[in-house]
């Protein structure tokens, strides 16, 4: 099994930029992919970003494209989505996910493990 939690979520400006992290804990024998998640009000969850385990391959929904960039820190356990040139658009809950993998493949939607999400506002 593996926790976890999110961090870094808040209200900003548009335009501007936050980064949000997902600290993973409980599991340090299996190689993970993780990815972000979002959900706004009134709308289905969203699949954001994901990246391999190695970090060598990555993900991004068309809409985020150039504006986000997903990375991993495995030595500290973390992932990161640094968000710049924020639009009210992007205003949701954010969470991130992780799955078991036995390669480097990573997964758009099948994720078994999430955390509890972190809320980002892009006021206008």
């Known amino acids: 099994q593996v926790h976890l939690v999110e961090s870094g979520g808040g209200l900003v400006q548009a335009g501007g930029s936050l980064r949000l992290s997902c600290a993973a804990s409980?599991?340090?024998?299996?190689?993970?992919?993780m990815a972000w998640f979002r959900q706004a009000p009134g709308k289905e969850r969203e699949f954001v970003a994901a990246i391999s385990w190695s970090g060598h391959s990555t993900y991004y929904t068309d809409s985020v494209k150039g504006r986000f960039t997903i990375s991993r820190d495995n030595a500290k356990n973390t992932m990161y989505l640094q968000m710049s040139s924020l639009k009210p658009e992007d205003t949701a809950v954010y969470s991130c996910?992780?799955?078991?993998?036995?390669?480097?493949?990573?997964?758009?939607?099948?994720?078994?493990?999430w955390g509890q999400g972190t809320q980002v506002t892009v006021s206008s």
């Open positions: 996910a992780a799955e078991v993998v036995w390669s480097d493949y990573v997964p758009l939607q099948e994720y078994s493990h």
């Open positions: 409980g599991r340090a024998n299996s190689n993970y992919a």
